[in-house]
């Protein structure tokens, strides 16, 4: 570990060997940080914190509070300034690999968020949210606690979401509505699906089990009808 | 050279004399820094960073880091302050990436009010005013006293021209028209800045020029390039309406809607998969 002496490293933390931990610091007792990791200046961890290898935390981002719940973050992710990560106690957060947290961004108690998922600078994942796989969020989007995102769906800045978004689809205005597929992972199969599930007034339970057999098999399409067999739409998720 | 004692000045950085360097900042050690500038308190400056004189930079702010961009390689690209700026609390400028220009750049007398946020490749020209939680995505060029109010997002390679005024909360998806108020989730242009204009010495003849083309070029729902060609001839003697016309004629020039689009680097021959180029705004 090469921390700069400014920094307060607890001895109860574990750090691999070649970790870089800058100027102010503060690594509480129970942190473990897995080899190749970099903490810029004034990063705050406290808690019980699991940490992976590869990760970069810029300036002021902070994980975890004292006492707080379980904190497990993957490999290769980066947190920008001021981003945090919580748990409140008695809840656990985890985070996979490769993820990009924008800065001021943040990931609430209680969340799970896959791999190679972009939140936007100031985004926010709502208590207890999903964010599968590939999710793309844009900056100042805000998520109501316990809402999922489907993998590869795209939030477009600013959007308040209030419901579940299917994975490959687009979720834009104010108020927010899914509004299209995903523009950067579009085709034709997915284009009538998207028909289907939103624009042809039957519920998601519905369309989830007329997709396969009117739209024809292939991977996207099973993960939408997937999703959609436990999604909730607007109307249920306010309730 | 007042630095304080609890400070980290990394050797190398070069600090003016007059220059004060407040507790718990972090200079790195390619970081030059101009007469008169002060970081109050807990400021981080990193990278290759100018900054010039007589700058106020406030607690928490994080400048000269890295681009939140995928095709950032650790090239040592730069950030550029100029003087008489306010930078508050919690604002973070990225430094430029060698693809996008290899530079940010801040101008002169600028405010960027607290958590403001300027990422890779961006120019912000002179005298503008950047509101709590604005979002600058990457190659963003704001030009001379521009307003954005609090949490307006603005799109990667747009332009907001000068003398705009961006309504609070307001997203700019494509280049925004120098002179005018644009207001809403799709930028829409709602009239024109003539409060603005008016405090700043502008003509009133020149202002009226610019409430005739509006209704012309937004209101009149003739097609833009013939809206454009009668404003030319009917106000083609204002230097304003000639900034006007050509900033939208530019913009059509782009791709949608944004000029700054004819700078995105082509997709390398070799890579099949265009992947989706943006930073993490």
Known sequence: MKAHPSALVDPGASLADDVVVGPFCVIG??????????????????????????????????????????????????????????????????????????????????????????????????????????????????LDANRRIGRAALIRSQVPVNEDVP????????????????????????????????????????????????????????????????????????? | MPIHPSAIVEPGARIHASAEIGPFCVVGPKVTIGPGTRLVQGVTIIGRTTIGARNLIHPGCVIGGDPQDLKFKGEDSTTVIGDENVIREGVTINKGTMSGGGQTVIGNRNMLMS?????????????????????????????????????????????????????????????????????????????????????????????????????????SGLPKPEALSEVEKSFGQFPEIRTLIEFLRGSDLGHMGRRRESRRPAPAPTAPPPEPEEDIE
């Open chain 1, 29 to 142: 007792a129970g942190v473990s940080i897995g080899p190749g990791c970099t903490l810029g200046p004034r990063v705050t961890m406290q808690g019980r914190v699991v940490i992976g290898r590869g990760n970069v935390f810029h300036p002021h981002s902070q994980v975890g509070t004292p006492g707080g719940g379980r904190i497990e973050i993957g490999d290769g992710n980066v947190f920008r300034e001021s981003s945090h990560v919580d748990a409140a106690p008695g809840t656990s957060t985890r985070l996979g690999s490769r993820n990009r947290l924008g800065a001021w961004a943040g990931v609430s108690s209680g969340s799970t968020v896959g791999d190679d998922v972009r939140l936007g600078a100031f985004s926010t994942v709502g208590e207890n949210g999903i964010v599968e796989d590939e999710a793309w969020i844009e900056g100042q989007c805000v």
């Open chain 1, 167 to 239: 994975p490959f689809m687009c979720i834009d205005g104010n108020p927010s509505g899914v509004q299209s597929v995903n523009p950067h992972r579009r085709n034709h199969l997915l284009d009538i699906a998207f028909e289907i599930v939103y624009k042809s007034g039957l519920s998601f339970s519905e369309a989830a089990a007329q997709l396969i057999e009117k739209v024809g098999p292939s991977p996207e399409v099973e993960a939408l009808a997937e999703f959609l067999k436990t999604a909730r739409p607007l109307e249920a998720a306010l309730d």
């Open chain 2, 115 to 219: 958590l403001a946020h300027v990422a890779h490749d961006c120019v912000v020209e002179d005298n503008c005013i950047l509101a709590n939680a604005v979002l600058l995505a990457g190659h963003v060029r704001i030009e001379s006293a521009a307003i954005l109010s609090g949490w307006v997002v603005v799109h990667h390679f747009a332009t907001v021209g000068q003398h705009a005024f961006i309504g609070g909360a307001s997203r700019v998806n494509q280049d925004a028209p120098p002179f005018m108020i644009l207001q809403g989730m799709e930028g829409q242009v709602r009239g024109v800045n003539s409060v603005g204009l008016k405090r700043r010495g502008f003509k009133p003849e020149a202002i009226n020029a610019l409430k005739d083309a509006y209704r012309i070029v937004w209101r």
